[in-house]
C-alpha cells in the first residue's frame, strides 16, 4: 500500500476528476465522498470534479450539495483522477466503474482490512475508524469548513456506531472534536442521520424484533424480512438502516444478523459483533467483506440456507475460540 502524505500529491496535473463511492451506500460513503467532492470545489475550483453515487437515503439531505452526486454515468469520460472513498474492492464500485477503468491515475480511499488495493495508489488504513476519518488525514485543515466537517463528521458517527465501536481510537475522537469545532449542530446530526426513524420504519424494526430467533444457546441471534414483507410495508434496503445494531444490544449476544430479501431466493446479509467473533473472516469467506465487528455479504438458497451456512462459520470461530 502506498501511504500519502496530503491529497494534493495526486493533484498535480490533474483537470478532470471522479469520484466514487461504493454499492448501497452507508453513511461512511456517503459522508467520505461528498466531503472530498466540496472539498474539491471549495479549494481546487479549476479542477472540474463529479461525484457518482447510488441515491443516498433521504436521512443524509442536510449534507450540502448532495443533490449534485450523479446517480448515473453520462457517456463516454477518461478523468485525469478517479478516486473512490470506502470501497474495499474493484467490483464494488457503484455507478461509475467503467470512468474508474478509463482514467488516466486511479486512488483508493479506505479503511477496509479485507482491501488489497485495486488503484494506481491505495491509501489504505486498516486500523482507523472510518473512510471519513482517514480522508481527513489527507485534507488541510485548515481548508475544512463548516460543511466539509459536517460531512466527515457524518461517516464518522456511522462507522463508530456514534463512538461506540472498538475502531473508536483517542485519534477519532480528536478528530470528531476538530471538526465540531467548526461549530455545526452535531446533535443534530446524529439524530437526523443515525437515530431519526420513520413510523414505518419503527413498525418494521418492531417486526423483525418480534420474529427474530435466538441460536447457539442465545449468542446469536438472527432477524430476518422476506420479500413479501417488504412490499407489504412499502420499504426497501435503504429503510432498513439500524435493525442489526439494535439487534446486537440483546443481553448475552456475541453476534447479530440481520438478512433481507433483494430477488428470489437471494439475501442481503449485514452481521455485527461484540467482539469475541470476526465477522470480516465470514462475510470475506462468502464473498463480502467489511470490518471485525461489522460486515456483510450477499447470499443465494433458501433463508434457512443461508442463516446455517452463516451461523455454521460462526460456530467454528466460537469453537476455535474454546481452543
Do not use: W
Not at 176 to 204: C, P
Amino acid at each position: 500500500m502506498e501511504v500519502l502524505k496530503k491529497i494534493s500529491e495526486v493533484l498535480q496535473g490533474v483537470g478532470t476528476m471522479g469520484i466514487a463511492g461504493h454499492i448501497r451506500p452507508d453513511g461512511d460513503c456517503v459522508g467520505s465522498c461528498l466531503a472530498l467532492y466540496l472539498y474539491m470545489k471549495k479549494n481546487y475550483p479549476q479542477i472540474e470534479t463529479d461525484l457518482y453515487l447510488e441515491e443516498p437515503r433521504p436521512v443524509f439531505h442536510y449534507l450540502k450539495d448532495i443533490d449534485k452526486i450523479k446517480t448515473q454515468t453520462e457517456g463516454d469520460r477518461e478523468y485525469d483522477l478517479f478516486v473512490t472513498c470506502d470501497v474495499s474492492a474493484r467490483d464494488r464500485i457503484a455507478v461509475a466503474a467503467e470512468y474508474f477503468e478509463k482514467a488516466k491515475k486511479t486512488l483508493c480511499i479506505d479503511h477496509h482490512v479485507s482491501n488489497r488495493g485495486f488503484a494506481q495508489i491505495n491509501h489504505v488504513l486498516g486500523e482507523v475508524s472510518s473512510a471519513s476519518e482517514v480522508l481527513y488525514g489527507l485534507l488541510d485543515e485548515d481548508k475544512i469548513d463548516q460543511s466539509i466537517a459536517v460531512a466527515l463528521y457524518t461517516g464518522i458517527i456511522h462507522d463508530t456506531g456514534v463512538f461506540q465501536y472498538s475502531s473508536t481510537s483517542p485519534d477519532t475522537m480528536r478528530t470528531a472534536a476538530k471538526l465540531m469545532e467548526t461549530g455545526f449542530d452535531f446533535s443534530r446530526v446524529i439524530d437526523k442521520s443515525f437515530y431519526e426513524k420513520t413510523y414505518i420504519q419503527n413498525q418494521v424494526m418492531g417486526r423483525v424484533l418480534a420474529e427474530s430467533i435466538m441460536l447457539q444457546d442465545g449468542k446469536c441471534i438472527v432477524g430476518y424480512l422476506r420479500r413479501k414483507d417488504m412490499i407489504f410495508y412499502g420499504v426497501d434496503g435503504k429503510d432498513l438502516e439500524g435493525i442489526v445494531s439494535q439487534l446486537r444490544l440483546t443481553k448475552g449476544v456475541e453476534v447479530a444478523i440481520f438478512l433481507y430479501e433483494i430477488g428470489t431466493q437471494v439475501f442481503k446479509v449485514s452481521m455485527r459483533s461484540n467482539g469475541k467473533i470476526d465477522v470480516s473472516k465470514i462475510a470475506v469467506y462468502f464473498g463480502g467483506g467489511g470490518h471485525t465487528r461489522a460486515a456483510g455479504c450477499d447470499l443465494q438458497g433458501s433463508m434457512y440456507d443461508v442463516v446455517n451456512n452463516i451461523t455454521a462459520e460462526i460456530e467454528r470461530q466460537m469453537l476455535m475460540e474454546q481452543d
